[in-house]
DNA sequence: CTACGTCAAGAGCACTGCTCACATTTGTTG
DNA sequence: CAACAAATGTGAGCAGTGCTCTTGACGTAG
């Protein structure tokens, strides 16, 4: 049983140091050949080659390709939600229509510059490859964390408009919100958690499209300009402000 | 010499009979693998061994194994559009809201029921393989075809708000859009247009969430009112009155 | 110095896509 | 009917994959 599961001690002896670096390389080589190839093809054998070892060398580091992918997703998640909280929070608290582009923004970029691995997150799932819950769960749950914090804290500030969703909530969907919203730690409505939740969804269904070429080769010449006004529409659900932020005096 | 040189003509000789149906095992085969182990792992061998053939006999029928999946994506598609088109023609051409709603319900319990092709359509990228856009954008195209025809229909029967979209669209996006309703035979105005992409980009986003996990294991109990929730407002979205189909007199 | 634990290497198993030469079946035609 | 040619099936083989196991080398702790 090996000694210090907790993140981050520091490695005491010259051995584990150096384990933890070839740790390392193979995170980052299998995030350079889960870029070039996607994350079906990833291989433990080409992992290997490229760390200049047998195959067989990195199973001493590396349970099995699952653990890798699993690593990867992680590592992933992570690189995504510092991306969203590093474009949110360069605005200030209280512009909460910026906050929401920002997010929207973030997340479109980061899914375009990197297709492959934003596939992996919000792909197809990679056959017979189940994600363990216990480790993913918390980096996975970021971004609809941050957009959900955004929409709490307009709400509290009362800057949503709140009043306008005719759609009932049934009972039963009812409890699934109250559960998230203590969660979440949040107070919003309903209404409005129910639509953060369309928005989210949305979101994502957005980027996937753009990212997975759902919309067709030569369909959109202008998607920066498409997802913007999407981003509009989708603010305007949220019953967020659509105007520009105005800083509150006092 | 007889000519009989067409396409789809009846087969002719026993011999293309048998080939036809020999292909279509294939498919069916390959249907049956796809859907239990995923697009990524769908592998001739295996199907040549159900079809109780060598392996390399299912080469004489099918070029590849990217062959294979553009026919079965082709299906998929088809598949699908098929049972879209079924839920919208079962409602008055007149209940816009109410096709819509069948519609993007349609998609859902297609997509519930058959995740691993709806993954294949609509998830990550098979790696290394580019579906040909002559043969997969006609069936790929069904759907957004199908709810493009509704907001048309309900916006030529003026029974869509369509004035109260205050996002602009500029000039790249418009010309985006002018061509897409060119090719389309609509009438909608840009706005609505734009909205009736983000509408679908929407739906497939939420189904994609749901067929995928992405929404965690337990994190709704009542799927199917969060979906319905999620209908209603999208139908708010595109234009649609979100209250019930009223027959129009005469 | 010895013993233990870690590590790399290589062989091996079962699987994949795909190609090729060869054998067999089948339909047509002289 | 016999002969031919096209279509079809066969099995070997190549290169690749994930993964396991045994063997040997090495560093470190006692």
Redesign the interface.
């Known amino acids: 049983m090996p000694p210090a599961e907790s993140a981050a001690r520091k490695p005491s002896t010259p051995r584990e140091r150096a384990r933890a670096r070839t740790i390392e390389d193979i995170i980052r080589l299998g995030r350079e050949h889960l870029a070039v190839?996607?994350?079906?093809?990833l291989s433990l054998r080409a992992v290997a080659r490229d760390l200049g070892v047998v195959s067989s060398a990195v199973y001493r580091y590396v349970e099995n390709r699952e653990e890798l992918l699993t690593l990867l997703l992680v590592d992933a998640y992570n690189e995504l939600g510092d991306a969203v909280d590093a474009a949110v929070g360069a605005l200030p608290e209280q512009d909460f229509t910026g906050r929401f582009r920002a997010l929207g923004t973030a997340v479109r970029r980061w899914a375009l510059s990197e297709p492959?691995r934003y596939?992996?997150l919000?792909?197809?799932?990679?056959?017979?490859y189940q994600a363990p819950?216990e480790r993913t769960?918390g980096p996975g749950?970021r971004v609809i964390h941050a957009l959900m914090a955004i929409l709490d804290a307009a709400y509290r500030a009362g800057r949503v408009a709140a009043g306008g969703?005719?759609?009932a909530?049934?009972p039963?969907?009812a409890?699934?919100l109250e559960r998230?919203r203590t969660e979440l730690g949040a107070s919003v409505p309903d209404g409005l958690l129910?639509?953060g939740?369309?928005v989210w969804?949305?979101?994502?269904?957005?980027v996937?499209?753009e990212v997975?070429?759902?919309y067709?080769?030569d369909?959109?010449?202008?998607p920066d300009?498409?997802f913007a006004?999407?981003l509009?529409?989708?603010a305007?659900?949220a019953g967020l402000d659509?105007a520009n932020y105005q800083p509150s005096n006092g």
Do not use: C, K, M, Y
């Not at 369909?219 to 202008?222: P, Q, S, V």
């Open positions: 190839h996607g994350a079906a093809a492959a596939g992996l919000f792909g197809s799932p990679v056959p017979g819950a769960t749950t969703d005719p759609n909530v049934v039963p969907l409890a699934d998230i129910a639509r939740a369309l969804t949305s979101l994502f269904g957005a996937s499209f997975f070429g759902q067709g080769a369909t959109f010449a202008a300009e498409l006004h999407h509009a529409v989708l305007g659900v659509p």
